[in-house]
């Protein structure tokens, strides 16, 4: 059972910085890859980035690589989403998730990039 729960999303001018933060509760977080999907409106969900078990391999997709940064602390269950830089298309819900589909996946947190 996922047991995901993001935090930090709200609402940002473009150019501005937000971090999100997931709290694993399932039990084997210093096990797993996490991963940052999105769903903007209207739209399938998108992979942002993903980061391995020990927090030394980091991915992301072209359209955040530069202005994201993904991090763990696995002492905290926790994995996070530094954003920069924000545009108008990054306004979307931002999932944790334990597969980079996005299938077992948090709640969400909403991010809007708004002037």
């Known amino acids: 059972q996922v047991q995901l729960v993001e935090s930090g999303g709200g609402l940002v001018q473009p150019g501005g910085s937000l971090r999100l933060s997931c709290v694993d509760s399932?039990?084997?977080?210093?096990?797993?890859?996490m991963y940052w999907v999105r769903q903007a409106p209207g739209k399938e969900i998108e992979w942002v980035s993903g980061i391995n078990s020990h927090g030394n391999g980091k991915y992301y997709s072209d359209s955040v690589k530069g202005r994201f940064t993904i991090s763990r602390d696995n002492a905290k269950n926790t994995v996070y989403l530094e954003m920069t830089s924000l545009k108008f298309e990054d306004t979307a819900i931002y999932y944790c998730?334990?597969?980079?589909?996005?299938?077992?996946r948090g709640q969400g947190t909403q991010v809007t990039v708004s002037s």
């Open positions: 998730a334990k597969d980079k589909k996005g299938d077992l």
């Open positions: 399932g039990g084997t977080f210093n096990m797993d890859w």
